[in-house]
C-alpha cells in the first residue's frame, strides 16, 4: 500500500466505524487534504497492531513512520505538513485542555448512556472483552448499569453545559471557523451518531447548529458514513 | 482618578479581594502591564456600579470606556491594547471553552465544598443575600448542605481530572508558556487561596507545580494578596 494508511476501529459491519479517537483523525487528514486508506480493525486483532507496538487505534501510517494516539497524530500532521491548512492555527496549548475533557469527562459521561448501543455494534469476537472491561469500571452488569438511563442521561447535560455556553458565542469551538477543536468534539458526536445514540444537542440551539454545519463540512465526509442498521453502501 | 480602574469584589476585610473573575482581570492587566487603581465592592452597593448598567464585578474603567465581564475586559484589552504582550497568542476561541467550563462546571462544583469559607468572609451587609441565594441554589441551607462535604470534595475532584491530564502534558494551559487560559484557571484558584479553601492539586502533581509557578508569576502579584485570616499589610 502507498500513501497514508489509518487502522480504525470497525463493528461487526466493517463499513462501520464509530470510535471517537480515529473520526478526531479522519477530520485533521481532511483538513490537510491528505488522501488516506482505512483499515478496520477490532479490539480482539492485537496482532494487526503489533507492528505498532501498542494495542489501540487510532494508527496512522506515514511511509515509514507510526503513529499511534489521535494527539499524538495531530501534532505529527501539523509538524510534517506545515504547508497545508493548520488545525491549530495558533498555540495547541489550549486545545489540549478541551481533548482532556473530551476524553476524561465526557467520553465517561457518555458511554454511561450509549454503553448496549455500543454492544450492539461491535464484532462478535470483541463481546466478552467489552463486557468484561466495562462492567469492571461500572461494578455492574451492562444491563443493570443501563436501568439507570435518566440519571446518567441527567449527568450527561450537565456535563455538555460549557459546549452550549462557548457555541451561543462564536460559531466554532475554534472561533471564527472550525479548526482541530471542533475535530475533537465532532468526533465525538460522530460516535454516538454511528452507533444509533441519543441526540447531544437541544434542538434549534447553538450546538445543534454547529452539528449540522460538521456534517456539512468536508462533502458531507461526516453525514456519508455508514450508521448503525444501515445497509453499507 | 486618573488611569484604569478596577472594582474588584472585597470582603468584609476590605483588602481581602477573593472573586475568581476579577482575578482574571488583575494578571490579564499585569500581562499587558498596565497599571490599574483597584476599588473594593460588595454585593450590595448597587448603587456605586449604577454607572455601569449592570450589578457584577469585575467592572473595568479605561477613560470614558466602561467594560463588564472578565471575558469582555480580556477581550477589549486584547483589541485596545495590542501592542502590549498579547493575552492569548492567536484566536481566542478555544481558552473560551476553558472559561466556559471553570464557569459552568468547575465553579459550581467548587462553591459546593467552600461556601461556608465564602460566608466567613464576606461583608455582614452581604450576609442575607448570600445566604438566601445559595440555599436557594442549593435546596438546603448552608450548614446542611455543607454537612455533605465528603461527597462533595469527591465530585470536584472528578471534575479536575482534565486539568490534571493536561498539566502532565504541558506546563501551561496555555501551551509552553502561560496566557489568559492560565490565568482563567489561575484566577479560580487564587479564590480558593484567598478564602481558606482545601488545596485543588495533588502534593507534588503537574497541578501543584503549575500553582506554584503562577504564584510567582508578576513578581508574585497573587502570592502577595491577603487571604482569609492574616491581618492587611
Given at each position: 500500500?502507498?500513501?497514508?494508511?489509518?487502522?480504525e476501529l470497525?463493528?461487526?459491519?466493517?463499513?462501520?466505524?464509530?470510535?471517537?479517537?480515529?473520526?478526531?483523525?479522519?477530520?485533521?487528514?481532511?483538513?490537510?487534504?491528505?488522501?488516506?486508506?482505512?483499515?478496520?480493525?477490532?479490539?480482539?486483532?492485537?496482532?494487526?497492531?503489533?507492528?505498532?507496538?501498542?494495542?489501540?487505534?487510532?494508527?496512522l501510517v506515514?511511509?515509514?513512520?507510526?503513529?499511534?494516539?489521535?494527539?499524538?497524530?495531530?501534532?505529527?500532521?501539523?509538524?510534517?505538513?506545515?504547508?497545508?491548512?493548520?488545525?491549530?492555527?495558533?498555540?495547541?496549548?489550549?486545545?489540549?485542555?478541551?481533548?482532556?475533557?473530551?476524553?476524561?469527562?465526557?467520553?465517561?459521561?457518555?458511554?454511561?448512556?450509549?454503553?448496549?448501543?455500543?454492544?450492539?455494534?461491535?464484532?462478535?469476537?470483541?463481546?466478552?472483552?467489552?463486557?468484561?472491561?466495562?462492567?469492571?469500571?461500572?461494578?455492574?452488569?451492562?444491563?443493570?448499569?443501563?436501568?439507570?438511563?435518566?440519571?446518567?442521561?441527567?449527568?450527561?447535560?450537565?456535563?455538555?453545559?460549557?459546549?452550549?455556553?462557548?457555541?451561543?458565542?462564536?460559531?466554532?469551538?475554534?472561533?471564527?471557523?472550525?479548526?482541530?477543536?471542533?475535530?475533537?468534539?465532532?468526533?465525538?458526536?460522530?460516535?454516538?451518531?454511528?452507533?444509533?445514540?441519543?441526540?447531544?444537542?437541544?434542538?434549534?440551539?447553538?450546538?445543534?447548529?454547529?452539528?449540522?454545519?460538521?456534517?456539512?463540512?468536508?462533502?458531507?465526509?461526516?453525514?456519508?458514513?455508514?450508521?448503525?442498521?444501515?445497509?453499507a453502501a
Amino acid at each position: 500500500m502507498t500513501g497514508l494508511v489509518l487502522y480504525e476501529l470497525a463493528g461487526a459491519d466493517p463499513a462501520l466505524r464509530f470510535s471517537p479517537y480515529c473520526w478526531r483523525t479522519r477530520l485533521a487528514l481532511a483538513k490537510k487534504a491528505l488522501p488516506v486508506t482505512t483499515v478496520p480493525w477490532r479490539y480482539h486483532e492485537r496482532e494487526a497492531l503489533a507492528f505498532s507496538g501498542q494495542e489501540r487505534v487510532p494508527v496512522l501510517v506515514d511511509g515509514a513512520t507510526i503513529v499511534a494516539d489521535s494527539w499524538a497524530i495531530a501534532d505529527y500532521l501539523e509538524q510534517r505538513y506545515p504547508e497545508r491548512p493548520s488545525l491549530f492555527r495558533g498555540e495547541p496549548g489550549p486545545v489540549r485542555f478541551l481533548n482532556s475533557w473530551a476524553d476524561s469527562t465526557l467520553h465517561p459521561a457518555l458511554l454511561r448512556v450509549v454503553v448496549l448501543d455500543i454492544f450492539a455494534v461491535i464484532d462478535p469476537g470483541d463481546r466478552a472483552y467489552f463486557r468484561a472491561s466495562r462492567e469492571r469500571r461500572f461494578a455492574a452488569t451492562l444491563e443493570a448499569h443501563s436501568a439507570d438511563r435518566a440519571a446518567h442521561l441527567a449527568a450527561l447535560k450537565a456535563v455538555l453545559t460549557p459546549l452550549e455556553a462557548v457555541l451561543a458565542q462564536q460559531p466554532y469551538l475554534a472561533g471564527a471557523d472550525p479548526a482541530y477543536a471542533d475535530y475533537v468534539l465532532a468526533g465525538t458526536f460522530q460516535w454516538i451518531r454511528c452507533i444509533g445514540g441519543p441526540p447531544l444537542a437541544a434542538p434549534d440551539g447553538p450546538v445543534a447548529g454547529w452539528w449540522q454545519r460538521m456534517l456539512d463540512s468536508f462533502d458531507g465526509l461526516l453525514r456519508r458514513a455508514p450508521v448503525r442498521g444501515e445497509r453499507a453502501a
